[in-house]
């Protein structure tokens, strides 16, 4: 079965320095991976997605995300935090397939708390 | 930008009762979905629609919940029985064709069943 884990559920950071928010994930075949963010009362804000090629994929707002199939991560980045960017952050993954309609199967969220 | 919208976004309703969730998905899009999050917990798939026809559902969505899409740009989801259990935020999502593109969420209705 299909499953996603965010290890952390919050993460603190210091504005201006690196954050990172992990995912790891389980499929049986080929990954499709995606992050999105949930501002409060807002819905889910798609940010970035692998498919497949390079590893390393870029997003919105300076996002970055990391493919890595031998730990069956798919860590989100970012190199500089912004206060800004204190939300709930999901990592979703769907299992590529002709016969696979698309659902996305969710971790449990990760919240970032930026402080100035 | 185009933007997936739904209604209501405050939903409350008696145990028993029957709700129907609205939702518009974006206009190009082809794929249809609904998720729901009950308060502290993940995002749970429900159900998937394409070509007017269900093309996955989950074991929560069971005999009491059904979608429709009556007019070619609204996309329902009816509860026919609400139970407490039901209560939760109710997220639409759309996208357009292809396998491997991103799903676009509304902002949820969240309902509660007092």
Known sequence: AQSVAQPEDQVNVAEGNPLTVKCTYSVSGNPYLFWYVQYPNRGLQFLLKYITGDNLVKGSYGFEAEFNKSQTSFHLKKPSALVSDSALYFCAVREAGSSNTGKLIFGQGTTLQVKP | ?114
């Not at chain 2, 009556?70 to 396998?99: H, V, W």
């Open chain 2, 1 to 114: 930008e185009p933007e997936v919208t739904q209604t209501p976004s405050h939903q409350v309703t008696q145990m028993g009762q029957e709700v129907i969730l609205r939702c518009v998905p974006i206009s190009n899009h082809l794929y249809f979905y609904w998720y729901r999050q009950i308060l502290g917990q993940k995002v749970e798939f429900l159900v998937s629609f394409y070509n007017n026809e269900i093309s996955e559902k989950s074991e929560i969505f069971d005999d009491q919940f059904s979608v429709e899409r009556p007019d070619g740009s609204n996309f329902t989801l009816k509860i026919r029985s609400t139970k407490l259990e039901d209560s939760a935020m109710y997220f639409c999502a759309s996208r357009t064709s292809g396998r491997a593109y991103e799903q676009y969420f509304g902002p949820g209705t969240r309902l509660t069943v007092t």
